[in-house]
Structure formats: structure tokens, C-alpha cells
């Protein structure tokens, strides 16, 4: 089954304490992102990868790390979580966007809560 | 940066009623689609359509690049249709800018 799988789903932690978002697809595309959710701001980018080794900032990418050394992983680092990380994450996945099928599927969400 | 303004931000439907979702983008965009996201959390693609028209049952939506929007359509909407809607745009640098969203309450 075509899927985009994150790991942890659920996570409560205290600041500072370095953490990892896994995320992996099997879909073998070329473009994976991590997106952030609050209330009332819809989803923001945070990281992009256009491929293997190649990242680049979104819209809000202070906190964050991101690294992409296989093309079906893109995990999430967060360095020294602080309570303003708090958010619903979401990693998505499509073909390299020049493509005239670009379509992004997402994985489930990791709900974070940094106390 | 690009801006794209969803319309309106809220909207209540009785079961059966039809209505139309507005994404207005800033500036040329590569390619636009339009999610679901159920009371779950769960984000679903509804289309990917960067111009013209698609249908799928009783959604269809439709992008004018030209004139920089794109409306999503909901005919006979249902219970299960509640939830919130976005549209994201892809930049020329390839980012991907979502819209606020609209809110969706279908009621029996």
C-alpha cells in the first residue's frame, strides 16, 4: 500500500530535550516536506527536500533540522525543543514538482507537546 | 512571498445544500490542490488541478491561473463532508504555500 508513515504519532516532552520526527515513504518520490499546524495559521512549511541530499528553508524553519541521506527518509529534528514548537506535524511526499502529476500525499500527523 | 486567501472562512450547510469554496493566489503559481481535512486530522487530496476543471462525484473544482483562483464546488453535501478544506499553491521555488482554510459544518 502507497503510504507515508511518521513516527512518533503522539509525543509529550520537556524542553530542550533533542527529539526525532521519523518519516518515510514508499512511493519512491522525489519531494518530501514537513509542515507545521495551529490553530487558526492552516499548515505552514517548514523543510523541503527536492531529492537526496538537496533541502531547503519553508516559510518557518527556525528550531528545526531536517536531513535527507535516502530518498524515502526525511526525518525531523528538533535540536532544543522549546513549548512554541507545540504543534500538529505533518510529512508529505509526491513526485518532483515539474511533473505534470505533482500531487502531495501526507502522512498521519505527530502530535507534539513541548512542556 | 505569494499569498493565498481562502473564502469563507467559515461556512454551515444544511445536509442536501450546494456551496462553493474560493482559493485566491497573489501571484502565478506552478500548481494548486485542494485537501479535506476530517475531524480526525486526516488530510486527504481532493484534486490536483494547476487549470481547467475536474469532477469527482459530488465535488468539482476549477482553476482559472489566469486570473489567479481556484473554486471548489460541494453539490448535495453530507454529514460527512464537514471538516476543513485547503487549497495549497506550489511556488516557482517550489515551496508550498496552504491557505487558512475553510471551516465546514454540514448539519442533518
Known amino acids: 500500500e502507497a503510504q507515508v508513515t511518521q513516527n512518533p504519532r503522539y509525543l509529550i516532552t520537556v524542553t530542550g530535550k533533542k527529539l526525532t520526527v521519523t518519516c518515510s515513504q514508499n512511493?519512491?518520490?522525489?519531494?518530501m516536506s514537513w509542515y507545521r499546524q495551529d490553530p487558526g495559521l492552516g499548515l505552514r512549511q517548514i523543510y523541503y527536500?527536492?531529492?537526496?541530499?538537496?533541502?531547503d528553508k519553508g516559510d518557518v524553519p527556525e528550531g528545526y533540522k531536517v536531513s535527507r541521506k535516502e530518498k524515502r527518509n526525511f526525518p525531523l529534528i528538533l535540536e532544543s525543543p522549546s513549548p512554541n514548537q507545540t504543534s500538529l506535524y505533518f510529512c508529505a511526499s509526491s513526485l518532483w514538482p515539474g511533473k505534470n502529476t505533482y500531487e502531495q500525499y501526507f502522512g498521519p500527523g505527530t502530535r507534539l507537546t513541548v512542556t | 512571498g505569494i499569498q493565498v486567501e481562502q473564502s469563507p472562512p467559515d461556512l454551515i450547510l444544511q445536509e442536501g445544500a450546494n456551496s462553493t469554496l474560493r482559493c485566491n493566489f497573489s501571484d502565478s503559481v506552478n500548481n494548486l490542490q485542494w485537501f479535506h481535512q476530517n475531524p480526525w486530522g486526516q488530510l486527504i487530496n481532493l484534486f490536483y488541478?494547476?487549470?481547467g476543471t475536474k469532477q469527482n462525484g459530488r465535488l468539482s473544482a476549477t482553476t482559472v491561473a489566469t486570473e489567479r483562483y481556484s473554486l471548489l464546488y460541494i453539490s448535495s453535501s453530507q454529514t460527512t463532508d464537514s471538516g476543513v478544506y485547503f487549497c495549497a499553491a506550489l511556488t516557482g521555488g517550489f515551496k508550498t504555500i496552504f491557505g487558512a482554510g475553510t471551516r465546514l459544518f454540514v448539519k442533518a
Open positions: 488541478i494547476p487549470s
Open positions: 512511493m519512491n518520490h522525489e519531494y
Open positions: 527536500s527536492m531529492n537526496v541530499e538537496v533541502t
